[in-house]
């Protein structure tokens, strides 16, 4: 395991990209408590008004809040608006 953590972080730097993107790992931006961006989703696993949860492949991020809806979606990001209150990582 640490020869492929050695071989991203060596691409890395080689392709002058975030390890994030070059990992495959989620990113999320949270625009105080009122928007969350996404990116490298890998789909919605529960929906509703309270509380949405989406796969990122290896954990869950779990969005709480009231009046959630899911604004915009393609098969990179998405972006979800309402009164968030909570974001977990499961």
């Known amino acids: 395991m640490a020869e492929k953590e050695g071989l991203l972080a060596r691409a ?5 990209l975030p390890g994030d993107v070059v ?3 989620p990113r999320i931006e949270l625009i105080g408590n009122r928007e969350l961006r996404m990116e490298q989703h890998r789909g919605i696993l529960a929906y509703g008004t309270e509380e949405i949860h989406i796969s990122s492949g ?3 991020i779990r969005v709480r809040g009231n009046g ?3 604004r915009a979606m393609d098969p990179t990001q998405l972006l979800i608006t309402g009164e968030i209150s909570a974001v977990e990582l499961v």
Do not use: F, I, N
């Open 58 to 60: 290896k954990m869950v």
């Open 23 to 25: 990992a495959g790992l």
């Open 68 to 70: 959630l809806e899911l």
């Open 12 to 16: 890395s730097r080689l392709l002058d």
